[in-house]
């Protein structure tokens, strides 16, 4: 069967996978309906969205000065197109695990867009493992590529999650990030985030290559309220 991700691939660098040693998740996944997004509440995972990468509220209400940034839904290519920011090479397999979650309807993902192209992202878990209740949206993997920083582009992407978890019935968001990350807790205090906890944190995962990594890192917990 063709591998639906090696053709985004191609059509997003131009080059083939590198699939040397690879055992990735995709293998493990339906084949992936390229275009589909998150059910809304109250639909079936069964039954998704076809949102084709739209965009996110009226380009005329954005809420920065730069008209070319635009907020949209992810689709499968994303995969690979955002394959170039820091270190996502590294995370594919857990980037296909999440874009499974995503079509169920388990995780909102959207990505912002430059002339076109990707340069950030941001995922938030519909049901976290610290509350199943689905009364919190967990932020996770919140990017955007250095090149592009400090141009409201993160500012825009924390807001939109923030207002489409509000959609389906989330009353706090909740986030985790480094201890050491100064500029990263800057932006989630201006935001209304407060530090709640710490948490001590380790993340083991295997690149394409088939080698493993971990990740130790010291957290802040943070939280605020959606209401």
């Known amino acids: 069967m063709e591998r639906s991700f090696e ?7 131009g080059q083939p996978v590198d699939r040397s040693g690879d055992e990735v998740a995709e293998q493990r996944l339906q084949q992936p309906a390229d275009r589909w997004a998150e059910p809304a509440v109250g639909q079936s995972p069964q039954q998704p969205v076809d949102r084709s990468g739209e965009r996110i509220g009226d380009p005329a209400e954005a809420h920065s000065p730069q008209p070319d940034v635009v907020i949209r839904w992810a689709v499968y290519e994303d995969i690979a197109r955002l394959e170039r920011l820091s270190d996502i090479w590294e995370l594919r397999e857990t980037n296909l695990r999440a874009f499974d979650a995503y079509r169920s309807g388990r995780l909102l993902w959207l990505i912002a867009d430059v002339d076109g192209v990707p340069v950030g992202t941001v995922w938030g878990e519909l049901f976290p493992e610290h509350d199943r209740s689905g009364a919190t949206v967990h932020i996770v993997s919140f990017r955007v590529d250095d090149a592009y920083q400090n141009r409201g582009i ?6 939109t999650v923030e207002e ?15 201890q050491d990350n100064e500029g990263a807790i800057r932006l989630y205090r201006r935001f209304g985030y407060e530090i709640v906890g710490t948490r001590a944190s380790r993340f083991d995962y295997r690149d394409p290559a088939g080698r493993r990594h971990s990740r130790v890192e010291d957290q802040f917990v943070m939280a605020k309220s959606l209401s």
């Not at 053709?7 to 660098?13: C, D, H, I, L, N």
């Not at 993160?154 to 807001?159: H, T, V």
């Not at 019935?169 to 909740?174: C, I, P, S």
């Open 7 to 13: 053709r985004a691939f191609e059509r997003a660098w």
């Open 154 to 159: 993160g500012s825009r992407l924390l807001q």
């Open 164 to 178: 489409e978890a509000k959609k389906r019935g989330r009353r706090r968001a909740t986030l985790f990030v480094a």
